[in-house]
């Protein structure tokens, strides 16, 4: 079924079993899936903003110190790791409408599921600031703020480049299938927790415009808002094109080692040796990049 014909059609889109790997239609799982960004990019975003009220007074003097930095950064870094690892089994764990843009500039997510997920995670943004704002006292304080001395054009800049950062590290560990994807979430997870560092005193480190945008609802300030978004919107294209050009020009051949468990090479001696079975044996499990051995029967 087209994407036009969804439109026209949107109770089959919603009812008819048409997904190939389970009982329900497209529309229900890709449904599902955006429930698990909501409920995902909730948990993260709460996570973080309450590791804000964790580390900082909750008066009007409070400021930054190195240990309150280092918190604020564990809390989202680790908060994310967390939840990447919860939901990228069940929607892809992206919890971020700059990470989502990014998917579909690179031809990983159609622009419908997109649109859904991007609300979904707007809105898990929006329950979480909620929940702390409720739960916390003092309200929520995490709101991203430019600081006094940074121009617009660098706060945009900073918040484009750790987005950049970001999502480069998103498609190249989790996107690109490899010997470390297994890791991704915990690698993606410290590279929020870096930028977190070196951000948070000057944009309060944003790089996901749901997180942004969540306590800008609660607390209504909205003064700079639209850098969150700029920015991170900004880091998406540029990450998008890089992908592009390292798939284009082919990379995995600059070095095609990188990812040999060096199984491929104890085949190839056996083969020279004339043993052909331990050759076999040898070849099976290796992911290699140059496990070229032939199959002995």
Not at 155 to 173: C, D, K, N, P, R
Request: proline share 5%; glycine share 10%.
């Amino acid at each position: 079924m087209t994407a036009s014909s969804d439109l026209l059609n949107p109770t089959a889109f919603l009812f008819a079993p048409t997904h190939p790997r389970t009982p329900y239609s497209e529309g229900v799982v890709e449904l599902l899936q955006a429930l698990g960004e909501f409920i995902g990019t909730w948990f993260f975003v709460y996570t973080g903003l309450a590791g804000v009220n964790a580390a900082l007074s909750v008066t009007a003097t409070a400021s930054l110190d190195p240990a309150a930095v280092l918190s604020i950064a564990c809390a989202f870094g680790f908060g994310l790791a967390i939840n990447v690892s919860l939901w990228y089994r069940v929607s892809g764990g992206s919890l971020n409408p700059a990470v989502t843009l990014g998917l579909v500039l690179i031809g990983k997510l159609n622009v419908r599921k997109a649109a859904l997920y991007i609300v979904a995670e707007v809105l898990g943004g929006v329950v979480a600031a909620a929940f702390v704002n409720a739960l916390y006292p003092g309200g929520v304080i995490g709101v991203n703020k430019r600081a006094d001395g940074l121009s617009v054009a660098q706060a945009v800049f900073i918040e484009a480049f750790g987005t950049f950062l970001l999502i480069s590290t998103v498609f190249l560990t989790a996107v690109e299938k490899s010997r470390i994807t297994f890791l991704a979430p915990v690698l993606i997870g410290l590279v929020v927790f870096v930028l977190h560092l070196i951000l948070i005193p000057y944009t309060g480190c944003s790089v996901n415009p749901a997180r942004s945008f969540g306590p800008a609802v609660v607390t209504g300030d909205w003064k700079d808002q639209w850098i969150f978004w700029i920015g991170p919107v900004l880091g998406a294209v540029f990450a998008s094109v890089h992908y592009y050009f390292i798939t284009k020009i082919n990379y995995r051949v600059f070095n095609p080692d990188q990812d040999s468990d060096g199984l491929d090479l104890v085949a190839k001696s056996h083969l020279a040796n004339g043993d052909a079975k331990k050759a076999h044996v040898a070849s099976m499990p290796s992911l290699g990049a140059n496990a070229s051995c032939e199959t002995v029967v």
